[in-house]
């Protein structure tokens, strides 16, 4: 009996440690993702003692976003700072492909100042130009298009805020790697052809998808949206409060997308040590890119901390899911399911969807 235990506890010690690395976790190991229920700069601090070894080197970039003109429920200044000043990070974003103040580099960091984001520089990593990274064993892109300034940090925290999308169903780490790494083209190519379809009979011409719209590209009595000018963004859908604005009903263009975002987020992590936080709060089904986001429908959860992208991905899924009492909450908030980013992410070696939740509140 006690030989049985010695093996098992030597098997539990040799799975903690090497899955706590920032190498993809093997599918068939178990990745550690800590929770804590603390929502705050000092929760994010207490995870961070989980996770610390494997932020390596001297430069360190933290992922973060600054939020819409509009919206507030993007992750506040103040959760990430104690976390920057410990690490002596610098904030990283790229710029959007449209219009707005986070289309260009100086407005976009203005916004960022305006928001609390004062206590770090701030790399716009496409201001620098394209970083080319080749995406290995993708279905849809040979290539992927980032921000070339990428290539000048030795760690990347994604600091990512698990909220809905009302594209890819949620966007969380994955989605922060890929549209939130990419430079404008490379998110024109991830959401190419792409376009919403309108339903004229749920529509009351309210006006918030002309008003949101960047493009510009949607008219009322009658809704129709000029595809000659949609980016394919997805921004009317996620702002419309009746479903006046889709997706397309067609199960083979999301998996398309959704797989486009995992194969640009691929190259994202492997290029550089990457580690992970996802913050399950204000869980709206919008975007932190809506300036009129849709209220959130979960409460505040917690906070994720892991070096396993796909294992963080997974455990904050099953964490919404667990909390709105049904099987896929994104699916039924925004009739869009994102988990094939999860299934796909796996599939590309990114890492597990097998993880062990540790609670640091009970420890």
Same mark, same amino acid.
């Given at each position: 009996m006690k030989k049985t235990t010695l093996i098992l506890l030597t098997i539990s010690i040799?799975?903690? !440690?090497?899955?706590?690395?920032?190498?993809? *976790?093997?599918?068939?190991?178990?990745?550690? @993702?800590? $929770?804590?229920? %603390?929502?705050?700069?000092?929760?994010?601090?207490?995870? !961070?003692?989980?996770?610390?070894?494997?932020? *390596?080197?001297?430069?360190?970039?933290?992922? @973060?976003? $600054?939020?819409? %003109?509009?919206?507030?429920?993007?992750?506040?200044?103040?959760?990430?700072?104690?976390?920057?000043m410990a690490l002596n990070a610098t904030l990283v974003e790229t710029n959007v492909a449209y219009g707005g103040r986070r289309a260009k580099?100086?407005?976009?960091?203005?916004?960022?100042?305006?928001?609390?984001?004062?206590?770090?520089?701030?790399?716009?990593?496409d201001s620098g130009g394209t970083l080319e990274l080749p995406v290995k064993g993708g279905s849809h892109f040979q290539s992927a298009l980032l921000g070339k300034n990428l290539e000048n940090y030795s760690t990347i925290v994604y600091f990512t805020h698990f909220k809905g999308h009302g594209l890819s169903g949620f966007g969380g780490c994955i989605k922060n790697a890929s549209m939130g790494m990419a430079t404008p083209a490379g998110k024109r190519l991830?959401?190419?052809?792409?376009?919403?379809?309108?339903?004229?009979?749920?529509?009351?011409?309210?006006?918030?998808?002309?008003?949101?719209?960047?493009e510009n590209a949607i008219t009322l009595e009658p809704?129709?949206?000029?595809?000659?000018?949609c980016s394919g963004c997805g921004m009317c859908i996620s702002v419309c409060p009746r479903r006046a604005i889709v997706r397309p009903a067609d199960d083979e263009k999301t998996r398309i997308f959704l797989e486009k975002l995992v194969e640009y987020a691929q190259p994202a992590i492997n290029a550089v040590?990457?580690?992970?936080?996802?913050?399950?709060?204000?869980?709206?089904?919008?975007?932190?890119?809506?300036?009129?986001?849709?209220?959130?429908?979960?409460?505040?959860?917690?906070?994720?901390?892991?070096t396993d992208i796909v294992a963080i991905e997974a455990a904050a899924h099953d964490l919404v899911d667990k909390a709105h009492q049904c099987e896929d909450a994104f699916l039924n908030v925004n009739s869009v399911s994102g988990k094939h980013q999860i299934d796909y992410a796996e599939q590309m070696g990114m890492g597990t969807k097998k993880y062990k939740l540790i609670d640091i509140d009970k420890k």
């Open positions: 040799f799975l903690f !440690f090497s899955c706590s690395n920032t190498k993809p *976790t093997d599918a068939g190991d178990i990745a550690p @993702v800590y $929770f804590t229920s %603390d929502i705050s700069s000092e929760g994010v601090m207490k995870l !961070f003692e989980y996770i610390k070894d494997n932020v *390596t080197g001297d430069n360190i970039g933290i992922k @973060v976003h $600054f939020g819409e %003109d509009g919206n507030a429920y993007f992750v506040p200044a103040t959760m990430v700072e104690p976390l920057c580099t100086e407005t976009h960091i203005e916004l960022a100042r305006e928001r609390g984001f004062t206590f770090a520089p701030i790399d716009i990593l991830m959401h190419r052809g792409d376009f919403p379809q309108t339903i004229q009979r749920n529509c009351n011409d309210c006006g918030i998808c002309v008003q949101d719209c960047p809704l129709a949206i000029n595809l000659n000018a040590n990457s580690v992970y936080y996802n913050i399950i709060m204000t869980v709206s089904p919008s975007c932190d890119c809506v300036s009129s986001p849709k209220a959130p429908f979960i409460s505040d959860l917690g906070i994720l901390a892991s």
